[in-house]
């Protein structure tokens, strides 16, 4: 026989946003690319993937309010199915005691027929039994009439006890299969929800992997936008140097060599001689163009020095005392002339005229200017 107050149905279990969407993204036919299979996407690329898993994810979310609710519905079945059968085995319960009760009553009114405050007969039928032994009567015939009286009784009470123990067992019966209705029942929405619960990984899994794939386009898209400015700016900055450098050189077109002073012109030869293969109209030449043989020794906006325009690092490293009074200046005209000798040679100076354009770069980072020395040096020779 089943307890009381025995319940059982599907537990109302909660799935997570995330596993719901998971499980919509599956159901709505989503298409999940891993992130590590995406290549760099160009803008319109990236614009459209991205709306496309938007759009997706929304049907998804759709369909999984589907399935929520179907879900739902289920479990609110399965539990008013297991309602019913605790209320019908209750029924079914009082339906027994009552047939108890009733057999009770029945068996206390037969022997009410034998016993009685009399000598262990009721008042009535003592009454019966002495008339009877007035009249003449068989008193054998009276206690008989009593007995069928009595069997009479017990059998109509068992008949009433009978009738509802039958329907007490109907009762049952009908509690029993509604119980094992609500049970069915129970075990099929537990099954669905297990079912659900195994796929969710999958699901949850999936929906990671299209979260990545759709971070990986946005990405690519901010590295694509971060590209295009930075070769809009490169294209600017390419477009201000090549004015630069057409102004330049209008500006050095005009520029003519002119004749060194006695001294200069002497260091400059003296100091040629330290690099085999250089010009001295080279040496004349940074001369010129940089201070006009000393008439303007710095220091520069960039914070050059001396005669030849040296920077204090690179002076530091390459310098040289011209006229050996122990002293290393690069504001010294003969140690400036010999250190620029010295820097110029040991950048390729005496290897010709491409040595020359190498080391004429390096002194000052502009081709305008590697131009307009080596054609002053050319005037120079000429002269």
């Known amino acids: 026989m089943r307890g009381t107050q025995r319940r059982r149905g599907p537990r109302a279990t909660a799935l997570s946003g995330a596993l719901i969407t998971a499980l919509a993204l599956t159901l709505a036919g989503v298409p999940v690319v891993p992130a590590a299979a995406t290549g760099t996407a160009t803008g319109s690329t990236t614009g459209t993937d991205a709306e496309a898993a938007r759009a997706a994810a929304e049907r998804a979310g759709a369909r999984a309010r589907e399935v929520h609710d179907a879900l739902e519905r289920q479990r609110a079945a399965a539990r008013t199915a297991a309602v019913a059968a605790v209320r019908a085995e209750e029924d079914a319960r009082r339906q027994r ?12 009114r037969a022997r009410a027929l034998y016993m009685g405050p009399a000598g262990g007969l009721g008042a009535t039928d003592a009454y019966a039994l002495v008339r009877s032994l007035l009249s003449g009567t068989d008193p054998a015939a009276a206690l008989r009439a009593r007995d069928l009286s009595g069997e009479r009784a017990l059998t109509a009470g068992g008949r009433a006890t009978a009738a509802v123990g039958t329907e007490a067992a109907a009762r049952a019966a009908a509690a029993a299969a ?31 992997q299209a979260q990545e794939h759709l971070a990986a386009l946005d990405a690519d898209a901010a590295r694509l936008r971060a590209a295009e400015e930075a070769e809009r700016a490169l294209a600017a900055a390419r477009e201000v140097a090549a004015a630069a450098a057409t102004s330049a050189a209008a500006a050095t077109t005009g520029v003519r060599a002119g004749s060194a002073p006695a001294d200069y012109a002497d260091l400059y030869a003296r100091a040629a001689t330290t690099c085999p293969g250089m010009r001295p109209a080279l040496l004349q030449a ?75 770069f390096r002194y000052n980072r502009a081709d305008w200017y590697v131009v307009m020395v080596q054609r002053i040096a050319d005037e120079i020779d000429a002269a």
């Open 97 to 108: 005691t009552a047939a108890h009760s009733a057999s009770g009553d029945g068996a206390r």
């Open 178 to 208: 509604a119980s094992a209705e609500a049970d069915r029942a129970a075990v099929d929405g537990v099954a669905a929800l297990r079912e659900l619960a195994a796929r969710s990984d999958l699901l949850a899994q999936a929906l990671q």
């Open 286 to 360: 940074v001369g010129q163009v940089e201070s006009g043989h000393g008439r303007d020794v710095g220091p520069s906006s960039a914070g050059a020095i001396g005669p030849m325009q040296f920077m204090p690092a690179t002076f530091a490293a390459y310098g040289v005392d011209g006229d050996g009074d122990g002293d290393t200046d690069a504001r010294d005209p003969a140690d400036a002339v010999f250190s620029a000798a010295r820097y110029l040679c040991a950048n390729g100076a005496g290897a010709g005229r491409g040595g020359e354009s190498g080391a004429l």
